[in-house]
């Protein structure tokens, strides 16, 4: 068994680039949360733990999700370990059992943070169930899934700002939901921008089925815009606050590169830029915000 989860974390879940993404969520999101609060605040060890956490977490939804998506991986992504043949269902079962109840164990006295932790699992798990007992939702419709998938990143989001009031003793602010709104709003530019084909092919899922291509590009635009706009009034309209605005850069290249050059889908390497650096940018608003104060 073990092999074969090998070969589904080399073709499903490289590990490097998502070590990345999460330290960066979760050092953004704590960073820009501590900025909010005009509290000093500097990378540690619970940090390191949420990031941990957030680690295991996307491996079990990408486990939960190649099972919920067998099917229509086989017509369109055959090549996908688990539809390829090269880890069974039961193998990635027991690796989201054991990963589930490691990362509940490592946050067991976090307070509010292990009970959105656990309730992102239970929910994750299931939406996988209610799929794979009726089928539902049976539609390759993405926005019929968008209301279903969402709470999960929320929860998520949510799990890092009560894992820094934890770890901080700070108390739930207005301005600590706008910063979870602004995290949010940057990985719902990710979810919908790498979905933009400039011609939609049977059967691949795309928002652009749902909502045109100047739809799902607008929603794509908007998202990143309300991110930053976010950001900046959680933090307040200081100079370190309009740092927030620097990643919009990204997906200004990539709809002038998408539309100049005629490109057949928007382009992925200014999304995961600009991901990225907004949560870099977090990162360094929370340090400037500690070194002023």
């Given at each position: ?6 070969r589904?974390?080399?073709g499903?879940?490289?590990?490097l ?8 969520w ?13 509290h000093?605040?500097?990378p ?7 990031a941990?956490?957030?680690?295991v977490d996307m491996l079990?939804?990408r486990a939960?999700?190649?099972?919920r ?5 086989r017509?369109?992504h055959?090549a996908?370990p688990?539809a390829?043949?090269l880890?069974?269902?039961?193998d990635?079962l027991?690796l ?8 509940l164990?490592?946050?067991a006295g ?15 798990g299931?939406l996988v ?6 089928h539902?939702?049976?539609t ?19 799990y890092?700002y ?12 207005a ?18 921008a ?7 092919r049977a059967p691949e899922?795309?928002?652009?089925r ?8 607008a929603?794509?635009a908007a998202?990143?815009v309300?991110?930053?706009?976010c ?10 606050g309009?740092?927030?605005v ?13 539309r100049r050059?005629r ?13 990225l650096?907004?949560?870099?940018v977090?990162v ?10």
């Amino acid at each position: 068994m073990i092999g074969r989860l090998v070969r589904f974390v080399a073709g499903s879940f490289p590990p490097l680039p998502y070590l990345l993404a999460t330290l960066l969520w979760a050092g953004g999101l704590t960073g820009l949360a501590a900025a909010a609060d005009g509290h000093t605040w500097a990378p540690g060890a619970g940090l390191a733990g949420t990031a941990a956490t957030l680690f295991v977490d996307m491996l079990i939804i990408r486990a939960l999700d190649d099972i919920r998506d067998l099917d229509y991986d086989r017509r369109v992504h055959p090549a996908r370990p688990l539809a390829a043949g090269l880890v069974r269902t039961s193998d990635l079962l027991t690796l989201v059992a054991v990963g589930a109840a490691a990362i509940l164990a490592a946050n067991a006295g976090r307070g509010g943070a292990w009970w959105l932790l656990a309730a992102q699992l239970a929910y994750l798990g299931g939406l996988v169930f209610v799929n794979a007992r009726w089928h539902w939702p049976a539609t390759d419709n993405l926005l019929a899934h968008l209301p279903l998938n969402v709470p999960v990143q929320l929860l998520l989001c949510a799990y890092v700002y009560a894992a820094y009031q934890h770890d901080h003793h700070r108390p739930l602010t207005a301005r600590g939901l706008l910063v979870v709104l602004a995290v949010l709003l940057a990985l719902l530019h990710v979810e919908f921008a790498r979905k933009v084909p400039r011609q939609v092919r049977a059967p691949e899922r795309s928002y652009v089925r749902d909502l045109g291509l100047p739809g799902a590009v607008a929603v794509a635009a908007a998202t990143a815009v309300l991110s930053a706009a976010c950001a900046i009034a959680a933090v307040g309209a200081e100079a370190r606050g309009w740092l927030a605005v620097v990643p919009l850069a990204a997906p200004a290249l990539a709809g002038w590169q998408f539309r100049r050059r005629r490109l057949p889908r928007w382009p992925t390497p200014p999304t995961l830029a600009y991901v990225l650096s907004s949560f870099a940018v977090f990162v360094a608003v929370g340090l400037l915000t500690g070194a002023a104060a």
